[in-house]
């Protein structure tokens, strides 16, 4: 009897550990579970306006459009809200439970990991690999990967054909023989853009790069060029003006949006219902506005008010 509880112990131990390995050490919830929980966390990158920090230290610093945005969602759920600082490496899965990371054009898995958070808001690209991860909600801004080069470059701007397409051919012939600063895991992966048939010689950081330091290392003269998204090169060419220009579209239109693990759907709808509403209300086109005021002289009609 002692051998036969040993082994049954024995059976239960390696069983137990079995199933500790096989579960993903994460706790995934929906819109009833975060109610019940009483909090919203918020996944969010340091990113152009939608995520900044005002104390690095200090999370309670976190502020932008993005996180306005997810703070008044909090609200509009009734629970509290709480940021989750991350990175473009890590967010995929803090959101849910598995790393993730798109690199030489494809998706590479890693670990299972813990679930952080419920969203991921910090003015995220919808690109094809990563709705193959996460549901996106509806789209809440414009955007587009264009080429951006110091101005003493030899790269001069396209006369706009009215074709993206043709335009973006313009633009690929032109980075033949040039230095352009790209960046993996993001919207300004080369990959997504088949830019290694242009000819240009493409830079990738060596070091963990944040998406708002490629225009000081261009001119830094790390690179003649860098790939550069609608938001950052907004906020670039207030910030250094006459330091750069942007030389035309390397991508078509693009939109950003939320990410919800695929297992959340009650979320997702709650949150495209609160979207529609501060649409409507003006309460969007106002934060907007305080982060992005020139983005209306670009997009007009993207953010005109609906009908009531």
């Not at 036969?4 to 500790?20: D, E, N, P, Q, Y």
């Not at 060596?206 to 000081?216: G, W, Y």
């Amino acid at each position: 009897m002692n051998r036969k509880f040993k082994t049954l112990f024995s059976l239960i131990c390696w069983l137990t550990i079995a199933l500790v390995i096989g579960i993903k050490p994460a706790f995934s919830r929906d819109l009833e579970q975060i109610k019940k929980a009483g909090v919203l966390r918020h996944i969010g990158i340091p990113y152009a306006n939608f995520v900044n920090y005002i104390n690095k230290d200090e999370l309670n610093s976190v502020h932008g459009l993005d996180v306005e945005m997810m703070q008044g969602f909090a609200k509009y759920l009734g629970v509290d809200y709480q940021f989750v600082p991350s990175t473009w490496g890590t967010a995929f899965g803090q959101l849910t439970g598995r790393e993730a990371v798109f690199k030489h054009n494809a998706i590479q898995y890693g670990d299972n990991v813990a679930i952080t958070g419920d969203i991921i808001s910090n003015g995220a690209t919808i690109l094809p690999w990563r709705k193959q991860l996460v549901d996106f909600s509806d789209d809440y801004f414009p955007s587009a990967v264009w080429l951006v080069a110091r101005s003493d470059s030899s790269l001069t701007p396209i006369k706009p054909s009215g074709s993206i397409e043709q335009d973006i051919k313009q633009v690929k012939a032109m980075m033949r023989g040039h230095d352009v600063l790209a960046m993996e895991q993001t919207c300004l992966d080369p990959h997504l853009y088949q830019l290694h048939k242009t000819g240009a010689n493409i830079i990738l950081p060596e070091h963990a790069r944040k998406l708002n330091e490629m225009v000081p290392a261009i001119l830094n003269h790390d690179a003649e060029s860098t790939l550069l998204d609608v938001p950052d090169t907004l906020i670039a060419l207030e910030k250094w003006p006459g330091e750069i220009k942007v030389i035309g579209p390397v991508s078509s239109p693009q939109r950003m949006a939320a990410g919800f693990r695929k297992d959340s759907p009650k979320l997702r709808e709650a949150f495209n219902q609160y979207l529609k509403q501060i649409k409507k209300d003006g309460t969007y086109n106002h934060l907007v506005e305080k982060y992005y005021p020139s983005v209306f002289y670009f997009y007009g009609d993207y953010f005109a008010t609906p009908e009531q």
